[in-house]
Nanobody, 115 residues
Framework: QVQLVESGGGLVQPGGSLRLSCAAS????????MRWYRQAPAKQRELVAV???????SYADSVKGRFTISRDNAKNTVYLQMNSLKPEDTAVYYC?????????WGQGTQVTVSS
């Protein structure tokens, strides 16, 4: 069965850092583009970052220069390094794997940025 399991969320002070991980199994990870989304209470789900199967990356304007997405195909894992965190980054962060005919989601991990 397909699984995406996020980890690494937690409580951090403004200006701090967190590294999220998403461990994938049950599909050909190296062939998929991987994405991180986030959703804050009463807000729509927002695309945060994308990394293609070839390693190209893109980011939402709100996180450019602060977040970095990366992948380790040998470990079937995608990461989101989050630096200079702001209270507005508080959300549940979701890992997503997409191809032309597949769309898989993790359960989410909570990130709270507060002093």
């Amino acid at each position: 069965q397909v699984q995406l399991v996020e980890s690494g969320g937690g409580l951090v002070q403004p200006g701090g850092s967190l590294r999220l991980s998403c461990a994938a199994s049950g599909f050909r990870f190296s062939s998929f583009a991987m994405r991180w989304y986030r959703q804050a209470p009463a807000k729509q789900r927002e695309l945060v970052a994308v990394i293609t199967s070839g390693g190209s990356t893109s980011y939402a304007d709100s996180v450019k220069g602060r977040f970095t997405i990366s992948r380790d195909n040998a470990k079937n894992t995608v990461y989101l390094q989050m630096n200079s965190l702001k209270p507005e980054d508080t959300a549940v962060y979701y890992c997503n794997a997409a191809s032309f005919d597949s769309d898989y989601w993790g359960q989410g991990t909570q990130v709270t940025v507060s002093s």
